[in-house]
């Protein structure tokens, strides 16, 4: 008996055994065509990452040469040192500091107005029962199709009528009225995603329009107004045409439109502080999306109520 179990269990564990075998060299196969069937979308996704890093990389790298390093050394040579006095000349001959400071006073108040205003109106148009709000929210949406390149003569005839050419307000202004319309639309979307049950409940237990707004809809849409702020942060912040039609003296000049003269300082074009100027802005901008991207994601997938 002790013999045929032994038997028995040499002949169970072959089998085994081999099925393990199998099981380890089955995988490797498996691994293998599932590798080769996702190479060419490897080698794909490879060459994209070199078509947009190797030219912001590029710049990185060529704010650290100098003049000659320009003039003389081929387009890809390495710099020969790493000399931050490029950063040094952007900051101080370049006016940049200014420039940056500048984008911050008109970026900031315009994103939070856009968000307030819209957020509000999207509530207001989604949420709120009321006559008319179907006529409104399409009246708002026509915004949305007005080129901005057809309105700013007028807008620059208005503003110098006013008195307020020589202040950032015009860009704050027409910052804000330009970014509402796609605000309000993106908002109505994302509140239309929230069971209306939830604030018939509020207002059954005694919240009014406004408290619910503050308790319930903003907590709801935290994602989607974080990612709506991004989209109109970088809108803001990267625009040169308005920018450009509303300064009025290099001291109210947005960091695009620094960019855009930063040659004129010098006389000639200085590739070292220029290239040191548009890496300051491709670094800060790439830092704020890296340590968001996970909040934009979760934003754009918005739908799905969490309790």
Same mark, same amino acid.
């Given at each position: 008996?002790?013999?045929?179990?032994?038997?028995?269990?040499?002949?169970? #564990?072959?089998?085994?055994?081999?099925?393990?075998?199998?099981?380890?060299?089955?995988?490797?196969?498996?691994?293998?065509?599932?590798?080769?069937?996702?190479?060419?979308?490897?080698?794909?996704?490879?060459?994209?990452?070199?078509?947009?890093?190797?030219?912001?990389?590029? %710049?990185?790298?060529?704010?650290?040469?100098?003049?000659?390093?320009?003039?003389? @050394?081929?387009?890809?040579?390495?710099?020969?040192?790493?000399?931050?006095? @490029?950063?040094?000349?952007?900051?101080?001959?370049?006016?940049?500091?200014?420039?940056?400071?500048?984008?911050?006073?008109?970026?900031?108040?315009?994103? =939070?107005?856009?968000?307030?205003?819209?957020?509000?109106?999207?509530?207001?148009?989604?949420?709120?029962?009321?006559?008319?709000?179907?006529?409104?929210?399409?009246?708002?949406?026509?915004?949305?199709? %007005?080129?901005? *390149?057809? !309105?700013?003569?007028?807008?620059?005839?208005?503003?110098?009528?006013?008195?307020?050419?020589?202040?950032?307000?015009?860009?704050?202004?027409?910052?804000? %009225?330009?970014?509402?319309?796609?605000?309000?639309?993106?908002?109505? #979307?994302?509140?239309?995603?929230?069971?209306?049950? !939830?604030?018939? =409940?509020?207002?059954?237990?005694?919240?009014?329009?406004?408290? =619910?707004?503050?308790?319930?809809?903003?907590?709801?849409?935290?994602?989607?107004?974080?990612?709506?702020?991004?989209? *109109?942060?970088?809108?803001?912040?990267?625009?040169?045409?308005?920018?450009?039609?509303?300064?009025? +003296?290099? +001291?109210? #000049?947005?960091?695009?439109?620094?960019?855009?003269?930063?040659?004129?300082?010098?006389?000639?074009?200085?590739?070292?502080?220029?290239?040191? #100027?548009? +890496? !300051? @802005?491709?670094?800060?901008?790439?830092?704020?999306?890296?340590?968001?991207?996970?909040?934009?994601?979760?934003?754009?997938?918005?739908?799905?109520?969490?309790?």
């Amino acid at each position: 008996m002790p013999d045929m179990t032994a038997t028995q269990t040499l002949i169970q #564990a072959r089998p085994e055994s081999r099925k393990l075998g199998g099981r380890d060299r089955r995988p490797v196969g498996q691994r293998a065509i599932r590798v080769i069937r996702r190479l060419p979308v490897w080698i794909l996704v490879a060459v994209l990452l070199v078509i947009v890093l190797y030219p912001q990389l590029w %710049v990185v790298l060529g704010s650290f040469k100098s003049q000659t390093e320009f003039l003389s @050394n081929p387009t890809w040579a390495l710099p020969e040192g790493w000399d931050l006095s @490029n950063y040094v000349q952007a900051f101080t001959r370049g006016n940049v500091a200014v420039n940056y400071r500048n984008s911050l006073l008109v970026t900031i108040p315009s994103v =939070a107005l856009i968000l307030f205003l819209g957020v509000a109106a999207g509530y207001a148009l989604e949420i709120m029962v009321w006559r008319g709000r179907n006529a409104t929210l399409l009246l708002i949406l026509g915004g949305i199709m %007005v080129p901005g *390149q057809m !309105i700013l003569v007028p807008l620059f005839t208005t503003y110098f009528r006013i008195g307020i050419t020589d202040t950032l307000w015009p860009m704050i202004i027409t910052y804000t %009225v330009m970014g509402i319309p796609l605000t309000t639309f993106l908002m109505a #979307a994302y509140f239309r995603t929230v069971p209306r049950e !939830i604030f018939e =409940a509020a207002t059954v237990d005694g919240c009014g329009p406004l408290r =619910a707004f503050f308790l319930l809809g903003l907590p709801l849409m935290r994602n989607a107004i974080l990612t709506v702020a991004l989209v *109109q942060f970088f809108s803001v912040w990267n625009d040169l045409l308005i920018a450009l039609t509303f300064t009025t +003296s290099p +001291s109210l #000049a947005t960091i695009q439109v620094g960019l855009l003269s930063l040659n004129d300082e010098y006389g000639s074009t200085q590739y070292g502080p220029l290239f040191a #100027a548009i +890496s !300051i @802005n491709i670094v800060v901008l790439g830092i704020i999306f890296v340590f968001l991207n996970k909040k934009i994601m979760a934003g754009l997938a918005a739908g799905s109520l969490k309790g």
